[in-house]
């Protein structure tokens, strides 16, 4: 595709419930983060995926958070049980190259959990 | 901890002025460093990335200098235009693991 693209772009989920979110990277692209942004804050790391490795989960808040990417293409992050403070805007990146190079970064998914 | 500092109030630069954003760094030695922008409600657009061994970075109207002993990396930006209002984000990384650490970024302001 012509850009990352992450959908839902909105998600409101009751506390308990689980949601997942989809990442679509450019296609060909290595490298695969996922980010939370709080409002008014910088990204925070979560997890990073070098074609369907997992390489780096360290970011990962709690147990109730796991991302896959089976197929080194597509990747989805799973909040199970979600609670009020996992609110935030999750972002995918992808890069074509291994580690930190210029990322291309989706629109990111709201999540709001009441 | 590693701490990252950018200037949390907005900066207001009058259009056709140099605006220059400050990010500083403590704990932390990082090998390279990264400039973002960000939209409302978009994701970050990749601007430019400095290395450790490099001390200024020119891409077009953009100016990256890396000064790792003041700790410090300035991001310019000459004949600013209202279109280059935005929040500038910078984000700093090594090459021991994966992991960008961000700053909360400026809001600038470029105002006709």
């Known amino acids: 595709g012509a850009g990352v693209s992450q959908s839902p772009r909105y998600k409101v989920a009751k506390r308990g419930q689980d949601v997942a979110l989809r990442c679509d990277p450019i296609s060909g692209h290595v490298s695969l983060f996922w980010y939370q942004q709080a409002l008014g804050q910088g990204p925070e790391f979560l997890t990073y995926f070098q074609n369907e490795a997992q390489l780096d989960k360290s970011g990962l808040p709690s147990d109730r958070f796991f991302a896959e990417r089976p197929e080194g293409s597509v990747s989805t992050l799973k909040i199970q049980r979600t609670q009020q403070e996992d609110s935030a805007v999750y972002l995918c990146a992808s890069s074509s190259q291994a580690g930190n190079t210029e990322a291309f970064f989706g629109q990111g998914t709201r999540l709001t959990v009441v | 901890s590693q701490k990252i500092e950018q200037n949390s109030e907005a900066l207001n630069i009058q259009e056709g002025k140099t605006a220059t954003l400050t990010c500083n760094y403590t704990n932390y030695s990082p090998a390279y460093l990264q400039w973002y922008r960000q939209d409302p409600g978009r994701g970050p657009v990749f601007l430019l990335l400095i290395r450790e061994n490099e001390k200024e970075k020119r891409k077009e109207r953009l100016k990256v200098t890396f000064d790792t002993t003041l700790k410090q990396s300035l991001f310019h930006i000459t004949a600013s235009q209202p279109a280059d209002s935005a929040t500038y984000l910078c984000?700093?990384?090594?090459?021991?693991?994966?992991?960008?650490?961000w700053g909360a970024g400026t809001k600038l302001i470029i105002k006709p």
């Open positions: 984000a700093l990384g090594d090459y021991s693991n994966y992991q960008l650490i």
